[in-house]
C-alpha cells in the first residue's frame, strides 16, 4: 500500500451509505486508516519499538516523540524496515523479495474554544525488489534488478469549526507518489567498473500528483435524525519521464456533492440513508 504501519492506531471497513462521506469512487466501501493520537495534554511521550523477523532475518525499528499542551500538539515518529528474501517452507528463499523502507510521520495540532486544526505529514521512501522466481539463495538485503524505488510525500489538514450544535469541516489533502522500475543488469563506466545497483536508468520513472478537497455541514441533530451534507473533489495528474509507460500521461478533476442521514430507530438499530451528484 505505500505506507508503513508504525504510527497508526486502527484500520476500519466502512461500507454502505457512510462511504458517500469519502467520495463517488468509495461507494465499494472505505479501507479507512486512523493515524497515531496525539499525547494527552500536557503529557510528553517517547516510544522505542524494535521488532524482528526469523523468516526474512528482517528488523523494523522505529522512535517516536510526542508532547501536548493546553493548544498545541506535535506529534513526530521515524521508522526503518529492512528485509532479505522470503523463505518458503520448503526452506528455500524466494529471490529479490526483499525490501528497505524509510518512514517519517509528523503531526501537529491547534485545539482553541471554537476550532480544532491537525496538519499531518507522511514521507515514504521504498526499494522493493520484484520477484521472478526461486534462484540465487542468499541473505542480502540489497535489491537486485528488477526492483522498484518509490517515493511518496502524504499531507492532510484537517480543520473543525464548531458552531453551537452544529459543526463544519473543511479537509485538504496532497499526495505526490514517484515511482521508478531498474530492470537492467548494474550499470558500468567507461572503464567496465561496475557502478552497483543505482548505475543503470530507471525504465519506468511516473510522477502522479493527487490535491483533494472537501466540506462538509453537521446539521444539528433534531430528535433522532442526524444529517450531513458537503462537497469533495479532486485535482490529478499523472506525468511518465521513462522509456516505458505503465499509465499514460493525464489529468483529472472531479467535484461532487452529497447529503447523507441517519435515524435512531431504537437504541440497538439505526437507518442510514445517503445520496451524491
Do not use: W
Amino acid at each position: 500500500m505505500g505506507l508503513n504501519g508504525a504510527g497508526f492506531e486502527s484500520v476500519e471497513v466502512i461500507k454502505g451509505p457512510a462511504s458517500l462521506l469519502y467520495g463517488s469512487d468509495a461507494l465499494g466501501g472505505v479501507l479507512y486508516i486512523n493515524p497515531e493520537k496525539f499525547a494527552y495534554q500536557n503529557e510528553t511521550k517517547v516510544s522505542l519499538n524494535q521488532d524482528f523477523y526469523s523468516n526474512t532475518l528482517g528488523s523494523n525499528t522505529s522512535l517516536g516523540v510526542k508532547t501536548s499542551s493546553d493548544i498545541f500538539k506535535v506529534l513526530l515518529r521515524g521508522t526503518y524496515n529492512t528485509h532479505s528474501d522470503y523463505e518458503t517452507g520448503d526452506g528455500e528463499r524466494v529471490t529479490n523479495t526483499r525490501f528497505n523502507e524509510k518512514d517519517f510521520k509528523a503531526g501537529f495540532g491547534v485545539n482553541v474554544k471554537n476550532f480544532v486544526s491537525e496538519l499531518r505529514y507522511n514521507y515514504v521512501d521504498a526499494t522493493v525488489g520484484i520477484p521472478e522466481g526461486i534462484e540465487e539463495q542468499t541473505t542480502s538485503k540489497t535489491p537486485e534488478h528488477p526492483y522498484q524505488k518509490l517515493q511518496s510525500h502524504i499531507l492532510g489538514l484537517h480543520n473543525h469549526f464548531f458552531l453551537n450544535e452544529a459543526k463544519i469541516d473543511v479537509n485538504l489533502g496532497y499526495v505526490f507518489n514517484n515511482r521508478k522500475e531498474f530492470e537492467g543488469e548494474h550499470g558500468h563506466d567507461e572503464e567496465g567498473h561496475d557502478q552497483g545497483e543505482h548505475g543503470s536508468e530507471a525504465a519506468l520513472d511516473m510522477d502522479l500528483r493527487t490535491f483533494t478537497y472537501e466540506g462538509k455541514y453537521y446539521f444539528p441533530k433534531k430528535n433522532k435524525l442526524e444529517l450531513i451534507a458537503g462537497l469533495q473533489g479532486l485535482v490529478q495528474s499523472n506525468e511518465n519521464f521513462g522509456e516505458e509507460i505503465s499509465i499514460p500521461d493525464a489529468s483529472t478533476k472531479d467535484i461532487g456533492f452529497f447529503t447523507s442521514g441517519i435515524y435512531a430507530l431504537n437504541e440497538n438499530n439505526n437507518f442510514q440513508v445517503g445520496a451524491s451528484i
